[in-house]
């Protein structure tokens, strides 16, 4: 059984005997791009090679890409421990063409790759196109799969886009059916979302460019991007459909498990799996220079650490954990990532700070949320009131306080959350008038209120730490 090492290193070597350069992952955070939080694929580093502003000296390029996907339009930090196949954190794998070569060689190459090199099962996989897009159905055809197993999909997914803006175009996805033990429906079909047929490749036709007025040009070159997780191709090759089953993850699991003393695989394991995942996500966007704050990315970068944290709690950690379990993640994607292992200190360092801070607050956060729970009425919404409290006093992010509701088929009343963050601003706006800086607090207000409440909360989550 190849580990992920491996499974990450066959990819790209052969994509090198193509011709294809082999380039290195980007850090996390795009570079001159506002309009993405974080590198959620592994084209964004080649975004203007598509849109034809930028030129290299390679039209074939191939890559590993350190994603994350916890806001924006990708945003899966909802569905880990809910799914087998999600992280915040992942790798993809892509092969990429500039105006090079086009759908009759990328099909196939994909094609190749899973079922010789890989040697996966043919009978168990099926592919997807966009409805209109009979070329590609009859190259599907061509290299063997039966038209019964070419499935044409009408919606966005089988549209790709980076974001509300970009290079995007028409593609077609790859997936493998793990068998009906397992629950989900295949492509297109309402339980889709389960975890029986898992989309392991997706491969996209690069031939549009969305812009922010909504219309969309045609490139003048027809390029290839495609992304496939190397988690999931990896837990298919070590013979499961959990990516959460493969090595590198029963290793952080383990560590994880010792840490708390807590056994790995018993009914606690759902906590064990989000902390090793959220620990792969803090690391990396500590290593990649995001620090936890009360704004922007800094803030998606916070509430996950607080999240893990929580899960630490239900493992009845009485101390900081997530800080011990970097070595393991080291040990695991240090060669890979060089990164990784200078930054270590300083991402111990930094959770270490994070988690002895929150824990003030945590343990007293989660007692009130116990009590309001109890005091709901059957099938009652958490108050907003009660929500924002946490949110104030304690430093809980909203979505953590979801996280914890959900759990227990749970909500929370958002309206009630909003007009209780409002309220709070209306009063500190009228205190700031009072105090001859309205100036400063008028334009400090419209940032606040352009960006959302959601997004910036920088002021109200300052003010709550001064509080506790
Ligand atoms: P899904 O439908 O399963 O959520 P997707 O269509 O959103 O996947 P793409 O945007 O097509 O995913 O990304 C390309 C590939 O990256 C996917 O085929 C999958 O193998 C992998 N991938 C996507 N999201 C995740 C994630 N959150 N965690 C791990 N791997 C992922
Ligand atoms: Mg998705
Ligand atoms: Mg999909
Ligand atoms: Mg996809």
């Given at each position: 059984m190849p580990s992920l090492n491996e499974v990450r290193s066959t990819f790209l070597n052969y994509f090198e005997k193509q011709g294809h350069e082999v380039v290195s992952s980007s850090p996390l955070v795009p570079r001159n791009d506002p309009t993405l939080m974080f590198v959620n694929s592994g084209m964004v580093q080649f975004k203007?090679?598509?849109?034809?502003?930028?030129?290299?000296?390679?039209?074939?390029?191939?890559?590993?890409?350190?994603?994350?996907?916890?806001?924006?339009?990708?945003n899966d930090l909802d569905n880990v421990g809910y799914t087998a196949r999600h992280h915040t954190f992942f790798e993809m794998l892509g092969n990429f063409s500039f105006g090079d070569y086009f759908k009759n060689e990328a099909i196939p190459f994909a094609w190749n790759l899973v079922t010789k090199e890989f040697g996966i099962d043919k009978s168990k996989l099926l592919t997807t196109v966009y409805h209109t897009d009979?070329?590609?159905?009859?190259?599907?055809?061509?290299?063997?799969?039966?038209?019964?197993?070419?499935?044409?999909?009408?919606?966005?997914?089988?549209?790709?886009?980076?974001?509300?803006?970009?290079?995007?175009?028409?593609?077609?996805?790859?997936?493998?059916?793990?068998?009906?033990?397992?629950?989900?429906?295949?492509?297109?079909?309402?339980?889709?979302?389960?975890?029986?047929?898992?989309?392991?490749?997706?491969?996209?036709?690069?031939?549009?460019?969305?812009?922010?007025?909504?219309?969309?040009?045609?490139?003048?070159?027809?390029?290839?991007?495609?992304?496939?997780?190397?988690?999931?191709?990896?837990?298919?090759?070590?013979?499961?459909?959990?990516?959460?089953?493969?090595?590198?993850?029963?290793?952080?699991?383990?560590?994880?498990?010792?840490?708390?003393?807590?056994?790995?695989?018993?009914?606690?394991?759902?906590?064990?799996?989000?902390?090793?995942d959220h620990l792969r996500s803090t690391s990396f966007l500590i290593a990649d220079g995001v620090m936890p704050s009360n704004d922007g990315r800094g803030y998606v970068l916070r509430r996950i650490m607080r999240r893990a944290m929580r899960h630490a709690h239900l493992l009845g950690a009485k101390d900081p954990v997530m800080h011990r379990l970097v070595s393991a993640l080291v040990t695991q994607m240090g060669a890979a990532y060089p990164e990784l292992r200078q930054a270590q200190p300083m991402i111990e360092e930094t959770l270490k700070l994070e988690e002895t801070r929150f824990k003030q607050t945590l343990d007293r956060g989660l007692k009130l949320l116990d009590d309001e729970i109890d005091g709901l009425p059957e099938g009652?919404?958490?108050?907003?009131?009660?929500?924002?409290?946490?949110?104030d006093t304690f430093g809980f992010p909203l979505d953590l306080t979801q996280d914890a509701l959900r759990?227990?088929?749970?909500?929370?009343?958002?309206?009630?959350?909003?007009?209780?963050?409002?309220?709070?601003?209306?009063?500190?706006?009228?205190?700031?008038?009072?105090?001859?800086?309205?100036?400063?607090?008028?334009?400090?207000?419209?940032?606040?209120?352009?960006?959302?409440?959601?997004?910036?909360?920088?002021?109200?989550?300052?003010v709550a730490e001064g509080q506790v």
């Open positions: 203007n090679l598509f849109t034809g502003v930028e030129h290299r000296d390679y039209k074939r390029a191939t890559t590993a890409q350190k994603c994350v996907r916890a806001g924006g339009k990708h009979d070329e590609a159905f009859e190259i599907w055809k061509k290299v063997g799969v039966p038209e019964d197993r070419i499935i044409r999909i009408a919606t966005s997914d089988n549209f790709w886009q980076m974001g509300p803006t970009g290079p995007c175009g028409p593609c077609t996805e790859i997936f493998y059916d793990h068998g009906d033990h397992i629950w989900g429906g295949p492509p297109g079909s309402p339980e889709e979302d389960g975890d029986r047929f898992i989309e392991i490749w997706n491969v996209v036709f690069m031939q549009n460019e969305q812009f922010e007025d909504g219309s969309m040009r045609a490139l003048d070159m027809q390029s290839i991007d495609t992304g496939m997780g190397l988690e999931r191709i990896g837990a298919l090759l070590q013979g499961s459909h959990d990516n959460y089953d493969t090595d590198l993850f029963k290793y952080l699991i383990e560590a994880s498990a010792n840490a708390t003393n807590v056994d790995p695989y018993g009914d606690k394991n759902v906590h064990h799996r989000v902390i090793a009652a919404a958490l108050p907003g009131a009660a929500a924002f409290k946490l949110y759990e227990k088929g749970l909500s929370v009343d958002i309206d009630g959350f909003d007009s209780a963050m409002n309220d709070q601003k209306a009063k500190a706006r009228a205190a700031w008038a009072g105090s001859g800086e309205a100036a400063d607090a008028t334009i400090w207000f419209d940032i606040a209120e352009n960006k959302g409440v959601t997004d910036f909360l920088g002021y109200d989550t300052e």
